[in-house]
């Protein structure tokens, strides 16, 4: 099922200004659509408006061209996964996934094939007379999921369903989910504001700061071509390194000076209408060299190093204090202390209309 | 010359060691707590043991003669109207649980999970009506009663006392009830009404079950209400078959013409046990509420 | 959509020839759908034929207002309807068509089933039952066994159970559905609800989109005040009937109903059992029969009070709702259709509906009483004016404060003897009940559960059976006073003495309401997380320092709200001070007649009113309690976290 949203405001009563304002947005069948974003970005906020549990203020909301603003989110062939899983906690974990049938007055042996079918897919045989309080996080997590698949619903809305779990488990479900998710044919909706799980399992992202989208597209756009500095910086981890500086002569040059970089070729047609205007680089941390040809290079010395293993990461700072994250291969010996120069490679380098946060090339 | 090896005493407790002071301030201790339970306890023994004390005519002795003996009992339920009164007791405190819950049950439903208007103003105005002893009203009381028995016969004195009681509580048991349910998260609310509630079954399906065991608090407190009440039976109901039990047991000791302590003590005594009884079984949930209660405010 | 000066009359004429035409059209409609339904299927559901002939309707209708879109939005409104239902409709009725079908054949399968079949089938059934059933007991032996060996708990043995049960029960459903008739039945039932539920869901989305078209397109009236809400506002319903709001403007003419036929005349003394509505207020009885009596006089006169302030508000509800709508159209907003104020009253309306029963048990069995007992402070209700009685204004106040006649004298004395009395038996209360508390909950004693349900035993037994008991015990002859007199050969005439009835009650609320505040203490105290003390030792705090600096200022706040409440419920503490010592012992030089030395203002309250039948003056004294408690009550609650915290 197709779910469109055109120019989506939501206004509370009492409050002076728009909470979400402008929305559009155009989510294919069976895209698994992951909503990312700061806490209090709105993205919960919208989840809720296509959910039908908030009212929409202003704009249309489309189910595969039907206007669904006003139809209540129990006629909308939705189902939502909670955050904290709202289980019925005095019904046991069969009664909560049939719940849904059983307000629809279904006939028993179909509840019992859905619940059934549901509890295989989720391996929750074991616990189907169990109450939510006997089992444990994680199993509640797959009951609340139960519940959303016996409805065999159009649209699955999920928000932010791992928070609540440790991380190996969530790791574990990340990969589930998008196998439910194949396998159930549907749509999906997915709110979190954790930019790994966005990245790992989304098909379209959608990422929202203040009540508004700052890009859309897929996951790989969103690292290779953020569409301004605050996706750059929200996406990637560790962060990606911004530096501020102008164009003097169509070369980038930081403010205070030290670092100079010259652009490729096409970077450099792009940029030659901010000359003399503030700009931003934005290079991430796996795209400096260091050996072979190096082109403009800075030096800096390595204040802390974080092992992870199969990466090193440098937290390095220039002679005027401003730090630059590097990151290097495991095997390689970078000790605290220690001067190093470093270049860049310039054909990954994102640059940024200083004034209005803005990708230029 | 062999060592001789004390063998250690181990010392198993979780806690330091007590001083000599420690030692000394817990035997105090002990002493204040063993003290207190006996003066609870001999006021009450005397009570129960009265009500056995066969050498006792119409007036209570409390002294060293004492025969073990039931006439009182028998005197209780064979002279006296103490059964009738057990019963109007029972049917009163039965109606007025009931009649609450189903009251207050919307009430406490409605202020927690709704906005409207005036919903602030009226939960500060309950309260403060609640605080009005219910004595206030006891001269209108008398005369709407007899307004409303003139008009429709049917109406007894004793539905007027569960009207009395219902209304009294109200404002009380919806702010405990919309505090508990307060606490209910509204996520699942949500979830019910994606699953297909309406308004109504996410009530009776959902919130209610949830709320059971403040439900089943207020309508203990509600039963008790009226077994324990002395004053509005005394004034309003007129009588003798339709008293309570509190409004009948005095007559055993304030009328001269039926007299009779020790009836009175034994008719106390069956009265309390099955209170106390409730009151002892149901101890954890009365803490339990009690602290919510106050951390709710 | 401005149009100029020349092109008005034009549009004139031509919004004339609009409207004439229209008159036709719908004439002959009404003819044409009624030829349209005679020509319908018979067979077909009623549902069915209803959606039809709306079909028929709107397949007309946009025919019609094609023509005239661009004249006027009202035809521009009636065109997009129209075709709304056109595009949504044959999809509903072919829905109900299709599965009432589905409902003959089954309905035809039905009369084919094999008896024969089905009566072996049960034979079996009978049978898996039992077979099951034996299983089942057989489990919940081998777990009854287990439980005995005590190789499982309690809980796991229960919990085993009920999973078994429902597993069984599951078994039973299952094999039911193999029975061909109950299939059949189901069947037929899921297919009857299917169609309900779905019908129903697609109206109302059909309706929610219709209204949709209502909010976009506006309305054009002439007029430009809305003078109807100010012409009407006496009469609800009528205003809505002109704003063409029909179902909505008939509930409210039962506003009306009530208003005229209900309120106004009780008001004016119809209907009345004796009094004269609010007239009777003002002459109390005065001059009427001798079974006229005033208190009934002013208590119907109160109601009809209150009648007529719900009637004000009904009336106002009902102007505001017309003015919206007047200026709503007059700014080119449409009026909402009856589907729109039912969707908006499920959702907003659900908790004044919810609140109703309350708010009517409230009204009679609280506001009007109170409000009898504050009009009564004002009448010279005494021993000679029982049945009749007048107003006398703030005489009965003067009295009371000015420590004047028979029952002012008193007044100062009592009150004073009720707040020494509050603040010393409340406090003697708590203080017992949390040191108890405290003792109590210290790691090292032990026995706590028998502590405890000792602790409980003064609050379980009914009080009044306690201060009775006490009230003998402490008689001359009584068990306490002889062992007094044992013990330390003092003789003890409690009842007769002022002083020692005194002492003996305050030492007595202190035995009754320690239970309370123990069990309000333990519970605090057993919530206050052990992190606060093991941090408090850390930095070297003794145990004093702990109780004075953690435990008694957490408890304090915790429980403030309800300590005040005890405070208050002692400054009415009737019971007590009445089955004591019924308020005695008496001393008239100081007290008068009426009054005990140890009667609080609630008892004397009763005295005056129950016994000797001075309730204008115990009414002014009530009043005065009343506004006293509340003012502290209200101190009290505003401090309380959960009116802080109030979630809005």
């Given at each position: 099922m197709k779910v469109i949203l055109k120019n989506i405001g939501k206004k509370y009563e009492g409050r002076e200004e728009f909470t979400l304002r402008g929305i559009d947005l155009k989510i294919e069948s069976q895209d698994f659509c992951v909503i990312l974003g700061p806490s209090g970005c709105g993205k919960t906020t919208l989840l809720r408006m296509i959910a039908g549990l908030n009212s929409i203020t202003e704009g249309d909301l489309y189910f595969n061209d039907k206007r669904v603003n006003k139809i209540p989110p129990k006629d909308r062939d939705i189902a939502m996964v909670f955050q904290s899983y709202a289980l019925y906690p005095h019904m046991n974990v069969y009664d909560n996934m049939g719940f849904s049938l059983l307000m629809r007055k279904e006939n028993k042996k179909i509840i019992h094939e859905r619940v059934m079918e549901?509890?295989?897919?989720?391996?929750?045989?074991?616990?189907l007379y169990s109450k939510p309080s006997d089992i444990s996080g994680g199993q509640r997590q797959r009951v609340a999921l139960g519940r959303a698949i016996v409805r065999k619903p159009k649209v699955f809305l999920m928000d932010e369903p791992l928070s609540n779990l440790d991380a190996k488990l969530r790791e574990h479900m990340r990969v589930e989910l998008v196998r439910l998710h194949k396998t159930l044919g549907s749509t999906t909706v997915y709110v979190t504001h954790d930019q790994t799980e966005a990245m790992t399992m989304a098909t379209k992202i959608v990422l929202m700061n203040d009540g508004k989208i700052q890009q859309v597209g897929k996951p790989e756009d969103f690292y290779n071509k953020p569409a301004n500095i605050f996706v750059a910086k929200f996406i990637g981890s560790p962060t990606i390194n911004i530096i501020d500086g102008s164009m003097i002569n169509g070369k980038f040059v930081s403010k205070d000076g030290i670092i100079k970089v010259s652009p490729s070729e096409e970077d450099g047609k792009l940029l030659e209408f901010y000359e003399g205007k503030e700009v931003s680089l934005g290079i991430r941390a796996e795209r400096f060299e260091s050996g072979g040809k190096l082109g403009d290079t800075f030096e800096c010395t390595?204040?802390?190093?974080?092992?992870?293993?199969?990466e090193k990461i440098l937290y390095t700072q220039l002679e005027n204090g401003h730090e630059l994250l590097i990151s290097v291969p495991g095997h390689y010996e970078y000790n605290e202390g220690e001067k190093h120069s470093f270049g860049y490679d310039i054909s990954a380098l994102h640059f940024f209309d200083s004034q209005t946060g803005e990708r230029i090339n | 010359m062999k060592l001789l090896r004390k063998k250690e005493k181990l010392y198993l407790s979780d806690k330091r060691p007590l001083s000599i002071t420690g030692k000394i301030l817990l035997v105090i201790t002990y002493i204040i707590l063993i003290s207190w339970a006996i003066a609870i306890l001999w006021p009450l023994f005397q009570m129960v043991l009265s009500a056995f004390n066969g050498k006792q005519e119409q007036y209570l002795m409390l002294n060293d003669q004492f025969t073990f003996s039931l006439k009182h009992f028998e005197y209780l339920f064979n002279n006296t109207l103490f059964l009738q009164w057990t019963k109007n007791t029972i049917l009163i405190a039965?109606?007025?649980?009931?009649?609450?819950?189903?009251?207050?049950?919307?009430?406490?439903?409605?202020?927690?999970?709704y906005r409207f208007k005036g919903k602030k103003i009226s939960l500060m105005a309950m309260m403060l009506i609640q605080a009005i002893p219910t004595f206030a009203g006891i001269t209108a009381y008398f005369t709407m009663y007899s307004v409303i028995s003139s008009i429709n016969p049917g109406f007894t004195r004793q539905m007027m006392l569960v009207l009395i009681y219902t209304g009294g509580g109200i404002a009380n048991n919806t702010f405990i009830l919309k505090g508990y349910i307060d606490s209910i998260s509204t996520e699942l609310d949500d979830a019910a009404k994606i699953d297909g509630c309406s308004n109504l079954q996410v009530y009776r399906l959902i919130i209610m079950p949830i709320a059971r065991p403040m439900l089943a608090l207020i309508a203990l407190w509600s039963f008790i209400g009226p077994f324990m009440d002395y004053l509005l039976p005394k004034v309003l109901l007129t009588s003798p078959e339709t008293y309570t039990l509190a409004a009948g047991l005095f007559t055993l000791i304030n009328d001269v013409r039926t007299l009779n302590q020790p009836a009175f003590a034994a008719g106390g005594l069956l009265t309390a046990i099955p209170v106390v009884i409730l009151f002892i079984a149901l101890q954890k949930e009365l803490v339990s509420g009690l602290a919510e209660g106050s951390v709710k405010g | 959509m401005i149009k100029g000066g020349s092109e008005l009359i034009s549009n004139d004429i031509e919004l004339k020839k609009f409207k004439f035409e229209e008159k036709k059209f719908l004439k002959t409609l009404k003819a044409n759908k009624k030829k349209f339904k005679n020509s319908l299927d018979k067979t077909l559901p009623y549902k069915a034929k209803k959606l039809k002939v709306d079909l028929f309707l709107a397949q007309e209708?946009?025919?019609?207002?094609?023509?005239?879109?661009?004249l006027s939005y009202d035809a521009e409104f009636e065109y997009e309807q129209s075709n709304l239902l056109m595009e949504e409709l044959p999809d509903i009725i072919h829905n109900i068509i299709d599965r009432t079908l589905d409902i003959e054949k089954a309905?035809?399968?039905?009369?084919?089933?094999?008896p024969s079949r089905e009566r072996k089938f049960k034979k079996e059934f009978k049978e898996f039952k039992k077979e099951h059933k034996a299983f089942l007991k057989e489990e919940k032996r081998k777990l009854r066994e287990k439980r005995r060996k005590g190789s499982i708990s309690k809980k796991a043995q229960v919990n085993e159970i009920n999973i078994l049960k429902q597993k069984y029960k599951e078994k039973i459903i299952l094999k039911s559905y193999e029975s061909q008739r109950k299939t059949n039945k189901e069947f037929i039932k899921n297919t009857r609800h299917e169609i309900k539920e779905n019908t129903k869901i697609n109206l109302k989305i059909l309706n929610s989109n219709m209204a949709d078209i209502r909010r976009k397109i506006p309305i054009e009236v002439e007029k430009t005040k809305p003078k109807v809400a100010y012409f009407t506002f006496l009469f609800p319903g009528i205003g809505q009937m002109f704003n063409k709001q029909y179902k909505k403007g008939f509930i409210f003419l039962l506003a009306s109903l009530f208003i005229y036929l209900i309120a106004i005349p009780y008001a004016l003394g119809f209907g009345n059992y004796q009094g004269e509505g609010i007239r009777g207020l003002i002459t109390l009885a005065e001059g009427g029969r001798r079974i006229d009596k005033s208190l009934i006089f002013m208590i119907e006169g109160i109601i009809a009070i209150f009648l007529v302030i719900l009637s004000l508000f009904l009336l106002y509800f009902s102007f505001k709702d017309v003015l919206k709508v007047e200026k709503d159209t007059i700014k080119g907003v449409r009026p909402n259709n009856w589907f729109e104020t039912k969707t908006y009253l499920s959702e907003e309306g659900f908790p004044y509906v919810a609140n109703l029963p309350a708010l009517i048990v409230i009204i009679f069995m609280v506001l009007v009483p109170v409000t009898t007992t504050i009009l009564l402070s004002f009448t010279g209700m005494d021993p000679q004016h029982q049945s009749k009685f007048s107003w006398i204004g703030i005489k009965n106040y003067k009295m009371i404060f000015l420590g004047e006649g028979l029952a002012g004298s008193v007044f100062w004395l009592t009150l004073g003897w009720t707040l020494v009395w509050t603040l010393l038996a409340t406090s003697l209360a708590i203080f017992i009940g949390f040191i108890l508390a405290l003792l109590v909950n210290n790691d090292r004693v032990k026995g706590k559960t028998i502590f405890r349900t000792i602790y409980l035993l003064p609050w379980a037994v009914p009080a009044f059976i306690s201060i009775m008991f006490f009230s003998i015990m402490l008689s001359p002859n009584g068990a306490i006073s002889q062992l007094v007199n044992n013990i330390w050969g003092l003789e003890m005439s409690v009842k007769t003495n002022t002083t020692q009835t005194r002492i003996a009650l305050i030492l007595l609320q202190g035995w009754l309401g320690s239970?309370?505040?123990?069990?309000?203490?333990?519970?605090?105290?057993?919530?206050?997380?052990?992190d606060l003390y093991e941090a408090s030792e850390m930095d070297g705090a003794t145990t004093w320092q702990k109780l004075r600096h953690i435990t008694l200022p957490i408890v304090l706040f915790q429980t403030a709200p309800l300590l005040v409440g005890q405070y208050v419920f002692n400054f009415n503490n009737f019971s007590i001070i009445y089955l004591f010592n019924g308020g005695g012992p008496f001393e008239p030089s100081k007290y008068g007649n009426l009054a005990g030395s140890s009667d609080l203002l609630i008892s004397y309250i009763y005295k005056l009113t129950i016994e000797n039948q001075y309730q204008g003056i115990g009414a002014a004294i009530t009043v005065f309690v009343s506004i006293a408690v509340m003012l502290v009550s209200f101190l009290g609650y505003r401090s309380s976290k959960a009116f802080k915290e109030e979630r809005l």
């Open positions: 549901a509890a295989k897919l989720l391996k929750l045989e074991e616990y390595i204040d802390v190093v974080e092992m992870l293993g199969k | 039965l109606a007025t649980a009931v009649l609450t819950l189903l009251i207050v049950s919307l009430t406490g439903y409605a202020y927690s999970r | 209708k946009s025919q019609f207002y094609k023509d005239y879109v661009a309905l035809i399968e039905k009369k084919n089933i094999d239970s309370y505040i123990f069990l309000l203490s333990t519970g605090v105290l057993q919530a206050i997380p052990s």
